[in-house]
């Protein structure tokens, strides 16, 4: 069946880096554009970065641009979202999601807590 696992969250330091893993199976990965959103409490989830098929173009929110990097290896079926430069404000649930026409996945989330 599909699955998409998310690993990598955690409680961190303003200021530091953390490095997030989705790994992906029971479809064929390198078709689906991949994304990272995420939701804080009491907000809406938010579109953070998105990667195409192939990895040759990436997209970013205004919040995140220049301190977040999405990747993907298409060998491994696994999209990875590096975030330095970490803020409180970047507190939140991370999903990683695939898209493919009207094919929509999504995983179970990962915790990120930014905080002294």
């Known amino acids: 069946q599909v699955q998409l696992v998310e690993s990598g969250g955690g409680l961190v330091q303003p200021g530091g880096s953390l490095r997030l893993s989705c790994a992906a199976s029971?479809?064929?990965?390198?078709?689906?554009?991949m994304n990272w959103y995420r939701q804080a409490p009491g907000k809406e989830r938010e579109l953070v970065a998105t990667?195409?098929?192939?990895?040759?173009?990436?997209n970013y929110s205004d919040s995140v641009k220049g301190r977040f990097t999405i990747s993907r290896d298409n060998a491994k079926n696994t999209v990875y979202l590096q975030m330095n430069s970490l803020k409180p404000e970047d507190t939140a649930v991370y999903y990683c999601?695939?898209?493919?026409?009207?094919?929509?996945?999504w995983g179970q989330g990962t915790q990120v807590t930014v905080s002294s």
């Open positions: 990667i195409t098929t192939t990895g040759g173009s990436t």
């Open positions: 029971g479809f064929t990965f390198r078709r689906y554009v």
């Open positions: 999601n695939a898209h493919w026409y009207s094919a929509d996945y």
